[in-house]
């Protein structure tokens, strides 16, 4: 299953009047905050959801993030995270792609 396709699933049970819904903050650097145009939004996924499906999400919401699935690592609540961490309502959440500079 493509991210697009966990997104959808996701976005289906999401929308279901048997599941509860989870708030979490986004916040965006680099190249995710480029395309988005913003620091930070508000998202809601399905109870369940892991901090992957917002990588899914903004990469079916903006494409040209794709080049960066592989490369992002996670953050939640100021922890480096792995992508299959659940996200709990009011998490924090950060996708941090390769950055450079001095």
Do not use: C, H
Request: hydrophobic share 45%.
């Amino acid at each position: 299953m493509d991210g697009l396709q966990r997104y959808l699933t996701g976005y289906e049970a999401m929308t279901s009047l048997d599941s509860p819904a989870i708030a979490v903050t986004l916040k965006l650097f680099a190249a995710y905050q480029e395309a988005y145009g913003v620091e930070e939004m508000r998202w809601q996924f399905p109870a369940g959801a892991t901090v992957a499906a917002v990588l899914d999400r903004a990469i079916a919401e903006k494409p040209q993030l794709a080049r960066w699935r592989s490369l992002t690592r996670f953050g939640i609540n100021l922890q480096f995270v792995p992508p299959d961490t659940p996200l709990n309502d009011g998490d924090e959440v950060v996708l941090i792609p390769p950055v450079s500079g001095g």
